[in-house]
């Protein structure tokens, strides 16, 4: 069984362009979170989705930052207009359901630096 | 609120070393506890967990028990090797609204050989 899978592992931009983030959850896995870690600290919540649904975007900076997980494919997160702060590692987890007995599954991160 | 404190690193010990790593939370309800390894480059890989208070995790010697009384969840190993050398990082997983992962800053260990 395939563990969480992202894509690109690194992906360098310059200001002003976009950054497309890209995971696939493990097989059989419907929910979907995003984490970022800036250089030396923790990782933060951004989102979680499921399905065709942002169900906490708590997280999410207001401006530039979405996400999506569509019906097929991978779940998406976006950035647009990228500045040097948006240089960290992002990370998407999944799980099978949400519950407090539920793990979280990271995959291996994407680390963007923007230039 | 949710809250996790680690204690800083660096940590360096010797190899066979005896580790402990403290992590205290805050918490409204009662969260699952969580302490994950990351090894340079790489995403977060589940070390162990509890989901109740006096539950003990365990996992590759390391072990760490769920104290509500003093609302700890501190990770030790009674001998570490070289191989562990890695950041470790206690989370909760909250328990009202939607269930997500609040994280430790982190500590970061060196052992050497």
């Known amino acids: 069984n395939a563990g969480v899978m992202q894509n690109p592992r690194h992906l360098v931009r310059r200001r002003g362009q976009e950054a497309r983030l890209r995971c696939s959850p493990m097989k059989g896995h419907s929910h979907v979170y995003w984490y970022r870690q800036l250089p030396e600290e923790g990782l933060k919540f951004m989102v979680y989705l499921q399905k065709e649904n942002i169900i906490d975007e708590s997280g999410m900076p207001k401006e530039r930052f979405s996400a999506e997980f569509p019906k097929e494919g991978p779940s998406i997160l976006r950035i647009q207009q990228v500045v040097r702060g948006d240089s960290a590692a992002y990370f998407c987890?999944?799980?099978?359901?949400?519950?407090?007995?539920?793990?979280?599954?990271f995959g291996p991160g994407t680390r963007l630096l923007v230039l | 609120g949710n809250s996790v404190t680690q204690m800083e690193g660096p940590v360096t010990l010797s190899e066979e070393a005896f580790l402990t790593i403290n992590c205290t939370y805050t918490a409204t309800g009662y969260p699952s506890l969580f302490w994950y390894v990351q090894y340079p480059g790489e995403g977060l890989q589940l070390l162990l967990k509890a989901t109740k208070a006096d539950d003990k995790g365990s996992n590759k010697g390391f072990e760490a028990t769920y104290r509500k009384e003093t609302t700890s969840f501190h990770l030790e190993k009674g001998s570490v090797q070289v191989s562990d050398s890695a950041v470790y990082f206690c989370a909760l997983l909250t328990t009202s609204g939607t269930y997500k992962y609040i994280f430790g800053t982190g500590t970061r260990l060196k052992v050497l050989a």
């Open positions: 987890a999944s799980s099978p359901g949400s519950g407090v007995q539920e793990t979280q599954y």
